[in-house]
């Protein structure tokens, strides 16, 4: 069985990467499933997907517990704890980061056992994070070494049939290009024999105590607490408000900011609380004058700006 794991960021195109390489397994005989799993968060989150194809029948259910191939869609992740990107991977474990890093770096400053691969693009482009989902299924796909090029188009006109023709395009265009890159390792990925299920860790249950219905109700002793939790670390792109172009129509990117990330002083001047935008980017396509502008984090990280 082949058992892959996608990483990334919401918005990035995780699920969609997964159906791809599901799809192209299946086209090619073999079983499969893929799934995503993210919450309820908004562009930025971290979020993962899984692929697993079998030449016979799938009976594994769950989070990958020991993935094969592990695809990073955005190099921030490894560092981030919280997103697992490194949980279950073994020394057979092929790690394929996208990004402006070598693989020899990587390698060295996660002391992975296992083979590293770099795949450079352009993680901090509004254009290229458009395509990265069909960009990491088109390098996986190569690097199982199972998939014919002809199954991978089949399995993006079926994913991609929604997009117009250019974005499609685009799309099919980047894909392949990934798949040619990784030629030189095609097949890296081996599958592996099923795990018997004795082999697996036993889950972390918690036994909690019965306790009578009034004590288990739900309640929430100290209000405001999510303001604690600083969601502005999720964003790869961020909205940066143009003073001179602003007209002070604040209710609008304010009302329309979906967390209530935008603030409004009394002269109904707007500024954006960065500990708490997620960069989804709603507030830049609602201004009215355009005074709200993009920038990619890491630029604004160092200084740069566009205005």
């Given at each position: 069985?082949?058992?892959i794991r996608f ?6 195109g995780?699920?969609t990467?997964g159906?791809?390489l ?13 799934a995503?799993l993210?919450?309820?968060e ?12 079998a030449?016979?029948?799938v009976?594994?259910?769950g ?7 592990v695809?990073?869609?955005d ?8 997103a697992?990107v490194l ?6 474990t092929?790690l394929?980061?996208c990004?402006a890093?070598s ?17 450079p ?9 458009r395509?990265?989902g069909?960009i990491?299924?088109?390098?996986a796909?190569r690097?199982?070494g199972v998939?014919?090029?002809s ?7 079926e994913e991609?049939?929604?997009?117009d ?15 040619n ?5 095609a ?10 299920g004795?082999?697996?860790?036993r889950p ?10 009034p004590s288990s109700e739900?309640a929430?002793l100290v209000p ?9 670390l999720?964003?790869t ?7 001179d ?8 990117c ?8 935008v603030l409004?002083d ?12 997620k960069?989804?980017?709603?507030c830049?396509a609602v201004?009215?004058h355009?005074?709200?502008?993009v ?7 160092s200084g740069?700006s566009?205005?």
């Amino acid at each position: 069985m082949y058992r892959i794991r996608f990483h990334g960021r919401g918005g990035q195109g995780i699920k969609t990467a997964g159906r791809i390489l599901g799809s192209a397994f299946f086209a090619e005989g073999f079983e499969t499933q893929d799934a995503p799993l993210y919450g309820a968060e908004r562009r930025g989150a971290p979020i993962y997907a899984t692929v697993r194809a079998a030449r016979g029948e799938v009976a594994e259910r769950g989070p990958l517990r020991r993935p094969d191939l592990v695809v990073v869609a955005d190099e921030s992740l490894l560092v981030a704890a919280a997103a697992g990107v490194l949980a279950g991977v073994a020394a057979h474990t092929v790690l394929l980061v996208c990004g402006a890093t070598s693989a020899e770096v990587w390698k060295e400053r996660l002391s992975f056992a296992g083979p590293v691969l770099a795949l450079p693009v352009q993680t901090d482009a509004a254009t290229e994070t458009r395509f990265l989902g069909t960009i990491c299924a088109g390098a996986a796909a190569r690097l199982v070494g199972v998939i014919s090029r002809s199954s991978l188009e089949s399995a993006l006109g079926e994913e991609l049939a929604g997009l117009d023709q250019s974005d499609r395009q685009a799309s099919v265009e980047r894909a392949l290009d990934a798949w040619n890159r990784m030629s030189s390792n095609a097949g890296l990925v081996r599958e592996q024999q099923e795990t018997p299920g004795a082999e697996l860790p036993r889950p972390g249950w918690i036994e909690l105590a019965v306790e009578p219905t009034p004590s288990s109700e739900a309640a929430i002793l100290v209000p405001a607490t999510s303001v604690q939790v600083h969601t502005g670390l999720w964003r790869t792109m961020r909205p940066v408000i143009d003073e001179d172009l602003c007209n002070r129509c604040s209710w609008i990117c304010s009302t329309f900011c979906p967390d209530g990330a935008v603030l409004v002083d009394a002269e109904h001047r707007p500024s954006i609380d960065y500990d708490h935008c997620k960069g989804c980017l709603v507030c830049v396509a609602v201004c009215p004058h355009h005074a709200i502008r993009v920038l990619p984090e890491r630029d604004a990280q160092s200084g740069k700006s566009d205005l």
